[in-house]
């Protein structure tokens, strides 16, 4: 690429020296760089190239979501400007780009692309995380920078195991006794068990009709069946394949999915928050787990566990900018569950943003040596010897930001929403070769997806009848709710509710407008687009059943009230979101929220796990109180469902057969 126009800029600290900074814009990149994009971005031997070679050279490796790389020197090396080849491969840090004042104070800077600050110990950290790629270097190393949090691979590995552990410790014993009192397959099991045990027996050709989703789950059993066999036949357990597919063992797949989803949330926080600290990530990962939805489905044979842990997987590769990995992921989480298709779009489009404001960033800013003039020279070198009282000398200055002050175009404040989506869309199409070249696999796993709906003839395999897609728009109102509630700290306090009566009071114009149609908007959508499902009617072995007929429709007017309440969830969580992420993320987590529970007929809280998920990784970090208290909320949601699962059996007239609430 041509060096293109140039200008230059002058910058300087507190004292009298000055520097030059070169800002290059250069020509919008064409197609003929396809081959240079290509040697830079795809791994060397494919889908092998994450086992050691990360998808990227080693100057970029980990981009956070809406935030630009960034890294200050250490004062080891403050004198000298930084090289781009001293960064070891496997590093994720990336040569400085941004210019803050408020570095020394450890404050979040309010920028919307989320830059990186130093805090108050001197460490490079970024506000919405990014810094994540292994092979970070810590604290003290030898090229002379900081990692995220001066973190190590060991203190990583310690929370990883310590989350693990604790899922292990309630899971495998309570599996156990669920496998006890409950034997034999229930409710959906009746459809998934014994098609993975036909697998089993090799018959990958007999399909259930009334299966609705793929068989990735089934994949994920037969090779866990497989790594336990070797040892089962050894040992006379089992001398047969097949004879190890108990719905006992089947079950057990979950609470290993479920160990891997506490793990991987611990590693996204540190990616997305790296602030946060390992304790605290530890904390939060252990919380998610406790979530009841997700804790409950860890002791059955259903999907969702298996799906939670695939799409957080696509999702921490995605920060990791080892694209070709986190596609793969994608496609697996698609086979577990079809509009998982939507997080990966989500996720991949982020990431393309993400990743075309770094490509902007690094071909638009570039260093020069300062060249300072002998007077400015002494009279720095004066300043620094000058004694300020007999016997005391001046404290020498040695902050590398007043040394060398980076201009940088990405922490320029948008007025407006419009300004944000048209600057994304120039930056995209200004890398937009090597963009595509990134996000291929991404795009190969959607043309495959299409494909099928089309071979299929729509989105679910089986029970296409009671599984078609409907305007449910009320399923929208009602996931804001149920996820506000269960992140009850967040959004259900006396403090949250004033800092958005304030908000409010300051837009006065806007937030009236938005309450209005917000609130005519719902009305619509809970009149006319609230739909009753007759599983939801018939079933009382749900939940959701005493819900629909105990509150909504206690009286016809109940369900119009709720409306307020259901506006001021979604108010709530779009103003913690937008703390920390751009409104273009925002945007775009609303329309996946819509686009994943709206086409389901069926009011099922399962379906709310991933996105609340999300909400949670990307929420702030409230006090130790507030999430003991939480978790023993949690706990206590949990063990009661359980029990009443267990221990309260009951019969129906029409049908034989134990039933159990769920």
Same mark, same amino acid.
């Given at each position: 690429?041509?060096?293109?126009?140039?200008e230059?800029?002058?910058?300087?600290?507190?004292d009298s020296?000055?520097?030059?900074?070169?800002?290059?814009?250069?020509?919008p990149?064409s197609?003929s760089?396809?081959?240079?994009?290509l $040697?830079s971005?795809?791994?060397?031997?494919?889908?092998l190239g994450w086992?050691?070679?990360?998808?990227?050279?080693?100057?970029?490796?980990?981009?956070?979501?809406n935030a630009? *790389?960034?890294?200050? /020197?250490? !004062?080891?090396n =403050?004198?000298a400007?930084?090289r781009?080849?001293?960064?070891?491969?496997?590093?994720?840090t990336? *040569?400085?780009?941004?210019?803050?004042?408020?570095v020394d104070?450890?404050?979040?800077?309010?920028?919307p692309?989320a830059? !990186?600050?130093?805090?108050?110990?001197?460490?490079?950290?970024?506000?919405?995380?990014?810094?994540? +790629?292994?092979?970070a270097?810590?604290?003290?190393s030898g090229?002379?920078?900081?990692?995220?949090?001066?973190?190590?691979?060991?203190?990583?590995?310690?929370?990883?195991?310590?989350?693990?552990?604790?899922v292990?410790?309630?899971?495998?014993p309570?599996?156990?006794?669920?496998a006890?009192i409950?034997?034999?397959?229930?409710?959906?099991?009746?459809?998934?068990v014994p098609?993975?045990?036909?697998?089993?027996?090799?018959?990958?050709?007999?399909?259930? /009709?009334?299966?609705?989703? *793929?068989p990735?789950?089934?994949?994920?059993?037969?090779?866990y069946v497989a790594?336990?066999?070797?040892?089962?036949?050894?040992?006379?357990?089992?001398?047969?394949?097949?004879? &190890?597919?108990?719905?006992?063992?089947?079950?057990?797949?979950?609470?290993?999915m479920?160990?891997?989803?506490?793990?991987?949330?611990?590693d996204l926080?540190?990616?997305?928050?790296?602030?946060?600290?390992?304790?605290?990530a530890t =904390?939060?990962a252990i919380?998610?787990?406790l979530?009841?939805i997700?804790?409950f489905?860890t002791? @059955?044979?259903?999907?969702?566990?298996?799906?939670?842990?695939?799409v957080?997987?696509?999702? @921490?590769?995605? &920060?990791?900018?080892?694209?070709?990995?986190?596609?793969?992921?994608?496609?697996?989480?698609?086979?577990?569950?079809?509009?998982?298709?939507?997080?990966?779009?989500?996720?991949?489009?982020?990431?393309?943003i993400?990743?075309?404001?770094?490509?902007?960033?690094?071909?638009?800013?570039?260093?020069?040596?300062?060249?300072?003039?002998?007077?400015?020279?002494?009279?720095?070198?004066?300043m620094?010897?000058?004694?300020?009282?007999?016997?005391l000398?001046?404290r020498?200055?040695?902050?590398?930001?007043?040394?060398?002050?980076?201009?940088?175009?990405?922490n320029i404040m948008?007025s407006?929403?419009?300004?944000?989506i048209?600057?994304?869309?120039?930056?995209?199409?200004?890398s937009?070769?090597?963009?595509?070249?990134?996000f291929?696999?991404?795009a190969m796993?959607?043309?495959v997806?299409? +494909?099928?709906?089309?071979?299929?003839?729509?989105?679910?395999?089986?029970?296409?009848?009671?599984?078609?897609?409907?305007?449910?728009?009320?399923?929208?109102?009602?996931?804001g709710l149920?996820?506000?509630?269960?992140?009850l /700290?967040?959004?259900?306090t006396?403090?949250? !509710? $004033?800092?958005?009566?304030?908000?409010c009071?300051?837009?006065?114009?806007?937030?009236?407008?938005?309450?209005l149609?917000?609130?005519?908007?719902s009305?619509?959508?809970?009149?006319?687009f609230?739909i009753?499902h007759?599983?939801?009617? !018939?079933?009382?072995?749900?939940?959701?059943?005493?819900?629909?007929?105990?509150?909504?429709?206690?009286?016809?007017?109940?369900?119009y009230?709720?409306?307020?309440?259901?506006?001021?969830?979604?108010?709530?969580?779009?103003?913690?979101?937008?703390k920390?992420?751009?409104r273009?993320?925002?945007?775009s987590?609303?329309?996946?929220?819509?686009?994943?529970?709206? *086409?389901?007929?069926?009011?099922?809280?399962r379906?709310?796990?991933?996105?609340l998920?999300?909400?949670?990784?990307?929420s702030?970090?409230?006090?130790?109180?507030?999430?003991?208290?939480?978790?023993?909320?949690?706990?206590?949601v949990?063990f009661?469902?359980?029990?009443?699962?267990?221990?309260?059996p009951?019969?129906?007239q029409?049908? /034989?057969?134990?039933?159990?609430?769920?």
């Open positions: 690429m041509g060096k293109g126009k140039q230059e800029l002058t910058v300087g600290g507190g020296r000055r520097w030059k900074v070169r800002r290059i814009r250069p020509r990149p197609c760089d396809l081959g240079l994009a $040697s971005t795809l791994p060397p031997f494919g889908l086992a050691g070679e990360f998808a990227q050279p080693a100057s970029y490796v980990g981009l956070a979501q630009q *790389p960034s890294l200050k /020197p250490t !004062a080891t =403050a004198e400007p930084p781009r080849d001293s960064l070891r491969r496997g590093s994720c990336a *040569p400085p780009l941004h210019r803050t004042s408020s104070s450890g404050k979040l800077l309010p920028s692309s830059e !990186a600050y130093r805090s108050a110990s001197g460490e490079v950290v970024t506000s919405s995380g990014f810094l994540c +790629a292994p092979g270097r810590g604290a003290g090229a002379g920078f900081r990692s995220a949090a001066g973190r190590s691979q060991y203190g990583w590995g310690m929370g990883r195991l310590t989350v693990a552990a604790a292990a410790a309630w899971a495998i309570l599996a156990a006794l669920v006890s409950v034997p034999d397959p229930y409710m959906d099991e009746i459809f998934h098609q993975v045990q036909r697998y089993c027996r090799g018959d990958f050709l007999i399909w259930d /009709p009334m299966i609705t989703t *793929p990735g789950l089934y994949y994920i059993s037969l090779a790594s336990l066999f070797p040892g089962a036949w050894v040992t006379r357990i089992a001398e047969a394949f097949d004879a &190890l597919c108990t719905t006992a063992l089947l079950r057990s797949t979950n609470v290993i479920a160990m891997i989803c506490g793990v991987l949330v611990h926080l540190l990616c997305i928050r790296p602030k946060i600290g390992k304790r605290k =904390a939060f919380l998610v787990a979530y009841p997700h804790w489905f002791f @059955l044979y259903y999907t969702d566990v298996a799906s939670l842990a695939a957080l997987a696509m999702y @921490l590769f995605c &920060l990791k900018k080892q694209f070709w990995v986190s596609a793969a992921f994608g496609a697996f989480s698609i086979l577990l569950r079809q509009t998982n298709v939507i997080w990966m779009i989500f996720f991949a489009a982020n990431g393309a993400a990743h075309a404001q770094y490509l902007y960033v690094k071909d638009n800013v570039c260093y020069e040596n300062s060249e300072l003039t002998d007077k400015s020279n002494k009279e720095a070198s004066h620094d010897n000058k004694t300020t009282a007999p016997g000398r001046r020498r200055n040695n902050n590398p930001i007043n040394k060398r002050e980076v201009v940088s175009e990405s948008y407006s929403f419009t300004e944000e048209w600057d994304a869309i120039f930056k995209l199409w200004n937009k070769c090597e963009v595509l070249i990134a291929i696999p991404f796993v959607l043309l997806f299409v +494909a099928f709906i089309v071979w299929n003839g729509g989105i679910v395999l089986g029970a296409k009848e009671a599984h078609v897609v409907s305007p449910h728009f009320a399923q929208f109102l009602y996931f149920v996820s506000a509630a269960a992140l /700290p967040w959004h259900f006396p403090t949250r !509710a $004033s800092d958005l009566f304030h908000w009071r300051k837009n006065k114009t806007y937030s009236s407008f938005a309450i149609v917000a609130l005519g908007l009305l619509v959508a809970v009149h006319l609230s009753a007759p599983y939801l009617l !018939a079933d009382n072995r749900h939940y959701t059943f005493y819900i629909w007929r105990k509150v909504i429709q206690v009286h016809w007017m109940m369900k009230s709720l409306t307020p309440v259901y506006v001021y969830s979604w108010f709530s969580i779009v103003n913690i979101l937008g920390s992420q751009t273009l993320w925002v945007l987590f609303v329309l996946s929220v819509a686009l994943a529970v709206i *086409p389901a007929p069926l009011v099922e809280f379906y709310y796990t991933i996105p998920v999300i909400l949670v990784l990307h702030p970090v409230i006090s130790n109180v507030k999430l003991l208290a939480l978790g023993f909320l949690y706990a206590a949990d009661f469902t359980l029990a009443m699962f267990l221990f309260r009951f019969q129906w029409h049908e /034989p057969g134990t039933q159990r609430n769920m």
